[in-house]
């Protein structure tokens, strides 16, 4: 028995030895940083939805994967998987709160059609206050369905911010789905006794795409693995030291790089039992639209795993040689991906950061709704990450050679998925 068992011991590290090797070989750090170089260059001017600048990036990862020979899903005529969306900006809008009109920039508001509100019992009026928990309170009043006016305790401002110029360049959503009508204003509040909201909008129906290409399964073609990232980014932000563009290097065009560098690895070693889907989805920022469309065309009970990719660019809390996986406990995606690293020194972890939400922050969310073992794979040291959704998350600030360990140990991790050997247990469909 003993014996057997050292053969056995030593063949696995062996042919683990044999892998790592090839994985060396087949994504080199050149490549790396050369994809993740164009994808976060300036001429993509932050690749925010509906700009050029995305239209440029989308291009380029076309060509990536005709470079590499992927085929496109089924069904569809080129790597474009193309959908619209329904775009609702704001024409004009006033506010007074107890008689008061309020600042332009103090205010925002949208609903799929215009609205008009005077004291109107009909509204909730719901306030954020200094104690409370922003991202919660914003969440419960926001998904509510209810008319809202929502007044922001001063101390968000800079949430306030963020959210206002991005709701400034317009309120996405899909066809059919109306909007809640909804004002938002930052101010502090004892009572309000009265209130007049105006607001006239502009409705537009621009088309999205994600970008999508295949390799069909040896053995088992009718099973799914996913390999996804986001290649949208938030374009244009307020000027800081001369610079205004968000180049978005580690969010997500480091994803978008492992995608690519996934298709290529993947169609190289030539032996894929189960079909593999590479997939840059468009609008995450604005609403991980691009996965929510792509979920609505598979059957999700024939994908047997997703592996998202979002911001792989420096070395997590954990040291360099390891990632953190979102929902860790939700399947046993994590534990199977561990143990095809044995015998090398990566290590994947469990999200550390909980109370952040990772886990519906992403486009794995859009796929784990419907069941799916989708999961996230991250370094981002997203509590302290100073540079995060600012213009200064640019490939001078990341590591590539966390990049390159990071897409590697993915490689590694997920043979025996793709194999068709190791099939993970599904999540509950999620609540939300
Ligand atoms: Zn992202």
Redesign the pocket.
């Given at each position: 028995m003993k014996k057997i068992f050292i053969v056995i011991t030593a063949l696995l590290s062996v042919t683990a030895c044999a892998f790592a090797q090839n994985v060396d070989k087949l994504i080199k750090q050149k490549n790396v940083e050369r994809i993740i170089k164009t994808l976060s260059a300036d001429d993509m001017q932050g690749r925010a939805t509906f700009t050029p600048g995305i239209e440029k990036a989308a291009r380029f990862i076309e060509s990536e994967y005709k470079k590499i020979g992927l085929v496109p899903l089924t069904g569809n005529a080129s790597f474009r998987q193309n959908f619209t969306m329904v775009r609702t900006t704001t024409g004009k809008l006033t506010v007074s709160i107890n008689g008061k009109n309020l600042p332009a920039d103090s205010i925002f508001a949208s609903g799929s059609e215009a609205f008009n509100w005077k004291t109107d019992p009909d509204v909730q009026v719901v306030q954020i206050t200094a104690d409370e928990n922003f991202r919660q309170e914003y969440g419960k009043a926001t998904r509510s369905g209810k008319k809202t006016l929502l007044l922001i305790d001063p101390k968000f401002n800079d949430s306030f911010t963020r959210i206002r110029d991005s709701k400034l360049k317009g309120s996405v959503a899909f066809k059919g789905k109306t909007l809640q009508p909804i004002t938002i204003v930052l101010g502090k509040f004892d009572q309000v006794t009265s209130f007049e909201v105006s607001y006239e909008n502009k409705v537009e129906e621009p088309p999205l795409f994600n970008i999508a290409g295949m390799i069909p399964g040896k053995t088992k073609p009718d099973e799914y693995v996913i390999f996804g990232g986001?290649y949208d980014h938030l374009g244009i932000l307020k000027p800081m030291e001369g610079d205004s563009i968000a180049n978005g290097a580690d969010?997500?065009a480091s994803g978008t790089t492992a995608v690519i560098s996934l298709a290529k690895y993947y169609k190289k070693l030539h032996n894929n039992a189960r079909t593999i889907i590479f997939v840059a989805f468009c609008a995450?920022?604005i609403g991980e639209f691009g996965s929510q469309y792509f979920a609505t065309q598979v059957q999700p009970y024939k994908i047997v795993a997703m592996f998202n990719i979002?911001?792989i660019g420096k070395a997590s809390k954990f040291g360099t040689n390891s990632a953190f996986i979102t929902g860790y406990e939700r399947s046993d995606f994590g534990k199977i991906l561990q143990k095809n690293l044995e015998g090398t020194s990566f290590k994947f972890y469990p999200d550390p950061y909980p109370q952040q939400d990772l886990f519906y922050r992403?486009d794995n969310a859009s796929l784990a709704r419907v069941g799916v073992p989708a999961h996230t794979i991250s370094t981002d040291q997203i509590d302290i990450d100073k540079y995060y959704h600012t213009v200064k998350d640019e490939l001078s600030t990341l590591d590539v050679n966390n990049i390159t360990l990071t897409i590697r140990a993915i490689a590694l991790s997920s043979r025996s998925i793709v194999a068709g050997v190791d099939t993970p247990t599904r999540v509950a469909k999620l609540e939300r």
């Open positions: 986001h969010d997500d995450e920022e979002e911001m992403s």
